[in-house]
């Protein structure tokens, strides 16, 4: 006999789970009981948002579901933030969430939620255990939900009682594998298809890539001459100094990208949902009229035709395709095409100058050059994360770990679960000001757990991408966008971290080279000038365009 916490703490290492993330509550006392002497690591963390970030980011790495824990009411709320990342990103992800006892539902008892209804539209599935001895039937079935079709998160709900209860039950299994099918067929008329275009484009993106697709996609690419472009931030799907790189279709991508998937007569879409980042609002491709052949792969059938109309829809695992495309014979009629569109790549790389004694473009060419090619970047949402996108180049797959929803505060959490899944690797946390203070109370769980992450704070005083909406359309009304900064360096020193503050950029490298040499969590922080709003042009900039617009 063995209470629902051991129960289902053993089925969690059955599903091969070394390691959860948590923030403590007294509802789910009987799990972290059973976690005591589990084998499995307990990351505790100092807020609910950041344990489910640190979850999610596991997922994105290893292609498992990673696991949080989060306490009933005010814990699932704090959560929410990670799952709906999830969510969007198509990262497997299970949340387990603290329950009341099932005998005072629907009481408004002390923090009681329907979680059914709290996550039905965030989660693919969201559901309650009510009786101890199916916990091994829950969590095996999570487990394949959060791994079938289109990956995404899973929310369980665990009454406390029904955890504290005591049950003799069998344990469950392994999750069973899916082995993919692709047909000889369907792969001929891929092919047949994009032969028959004049200028193609493939875009490769979704989530579960690991690096033979990232080898497969290669292959592919220079078999058949084709340029290959990427979703927004999946920008480690191909070695970006691949002579087929083209560059990401995402927020601030380069305009020449963005007019050839329009000139485009043929999209090859591997893996990825063709959403609003990746077509400009939906005005690069008209939904209606999109003026050019739709192939798009992907692996749930609800996907296919849900925006844009596809051609032909194939439901499959994108990698599988890849390797099968890579092995067929190819016309190489596109070199022209293609070689254009890498020189209109390469020509956005080059650094454009922008005010301050502190340049992010001149930092991020810095780190893209001298980083190990293993290292984890990682970053949330904000205009400094344009600056990435644009001058870091990404040679290996599974070193990108950046939220396609656009969460503010998601890099910090994700840098240190990826530190701790491999500490050997550098990671760097690359955070704005406004996104780093969303979650760098993390800062603490990273000391306290060894996660040795950099963070470097791009510090402009301002919420820079609203800053810059702002002034695009209410010109010179700043409102809600100023920010008052801690000393960030000062701020590390205090969690026991490593802290410098960097005022002039050539003064970067040796802080790097310190931060890394302390063997502790570090921040850079960064000063920069306020009027280096974005990639391409100066706050002064976008308020004249602003006023000129009026």
């Given at each position: 006999m063995r209470h629902g916490g051991r129960i289902l703490v053993d089925q969690l290492a059955i599903q091969g789970v070394e390691r959860v993330f948590?923030?403590?509550?007294?509802?789910?006392?009987?799990v972290l009981d059973g976690l005591h002497d589990s084998g499995i690591g307990n990351v505790v963390c100092r807020h609910e948002g950041g344990a489910a970030m640190m979850a999610e980011a596991t997922g994105k790495l290893t292609g498992r579901p990673g696991v949080a824990f989060v306490t009933r009411g005010p814990g699932a709320a704090n959560a929410a933030a990670g799952v709906h990342v999830a969510r969007q990103d198509s990262t497997p992800m299970i949340l387990f969430v603290g329950q009341i006892a099932r005998?005072?539902?629907?009481r408004e008892a002390f923090q009681e939620v329907d979680y059914r209804q709290m996550f039905g539209g965030l989660a693919k599935w969201a559901a309650e255990i009510d009786d101890t001895a199916r916990i091994p039937e829950y969590v095996?079935?999570?487990?394949?939900?959060?791994?079938?079709?289109?990956p995404g998160p899973v929310v369980l709900a665990l009454p406390e009682d029904m955890l504290s209860a005591r049950a003799e039950v069998a344990d469950g299994l392994a999750r069973a594998p899916v082995p993919p099918t692709v047909s000889a067929a369907e792969v001929a008329a891929l092919a047949d298809a994009l032969g028959r275009s004049e200028r193609p484009l493939v875009v490769a993106g979704g989530s579960l890539w690991s690096a033979g697709a990232a080898t497969d996609l290669a292959r592919f690419a220079e078999a058949w001459g084709l340029p290959v472009a990427v979703p927004f931030r999946r920008q480690d799907h191909l070695d970006n100094r691949h002579p087929c790189y083209a560059g990401d279709l995402g927020v601030g991508m380069n305009p020449a990208l963005g007019r050839r998937l329009r000139e485009a007569d043929c999209l090859l879409?591997?893996?990825?949902?063709?959403?609003d980042t990746m077509t400009g609002g939906y005005t690069l491709i008209d939904p209606a009229a999109p003026g050019k052949t739709i192939l798009h792969v992907y692996p749930d059938a609800s996907e296919l035709g849900r925006v844009y109309r596809p051609d032909l829809g194939i439901v499959a695992p994108a990698a599988e395709i890849v390797a099968a495309l890579a092995d067929h014979p190819a016309p190489r009629r596109w070199e022209d095409w293609t070689r254009a569109a890498r020189a209109e790549y390469e020509a956005w790389q080059r650094p454009?100058?922008?005010?301050g004694t502190v340049q992010m473009e001149r930092i991020v060419a810095w780190l893209s050059e001298h980083l190990p090619e293993d290292a984890v970047v990682t970053n949330g949402a904000g205009n400094y994360a344009a600056f990435l996108h644009r001058y870091f180049r990404f040679k290996r797959r599974g070193t990108q770990l950046a939220p396609t929803s656009g969460s503010m505060g998601y890099g910090f959490p994700a840098a240190i679960a990826a530190?701790?899944?491999?500490?050997?690797?550098?990671?760097?946390?690359?955070?704005?000001?406004?996104?780093?203070?969303?979650t760098l109370n993390e800062m603490s769980?990273?000391?306290?757990?060894?996660?040795?992450?950099?963070?470097?704070v791009a510090n402009n005083g301002q919420y820079g991408t609203i800053r810059m909406h702002q002034e695009r359309h209410y010109p010179g009304r700043v409102s809600g966008t100023a920010l008052a900064n801690p000393d960030f360096a000062a701020l590390a020193r205090a969690y026991g971290g490593h802290g410098e503050t960097v005022a002039r950029t050539e003064e970067f490298p040796g802080a790097f080279a310190r931060a890394l040499a302390a063997g502790v969590p570090a921040v850079i922080e960064l000063r920069l000038d306020p009027e280096a709003l974005s990639t391409g042009m100066t706050l002064a900039e976008t308020r004249a365009a602003g006023m000129a617009g009026r």
């Open positions: 948590s923030v403590p509550g007294e509802s789910f006392l009987a005998a005072d539902r629907d095996s079935r999570a487990f394949h939900v959060a791994l079938s079709g289109r879409v591997l893996g990825a949902r063709i959403g454009k100058d922008t005010p530190k701790l899944d491999d500490p050997r690797r550098t990671v760097v946390c690359l955070a704005g000001d406004g996104c780093f203070q969303m769980t990273a000391a306290q757990h060894g996660a040795a992450v950099v963070t470097v």
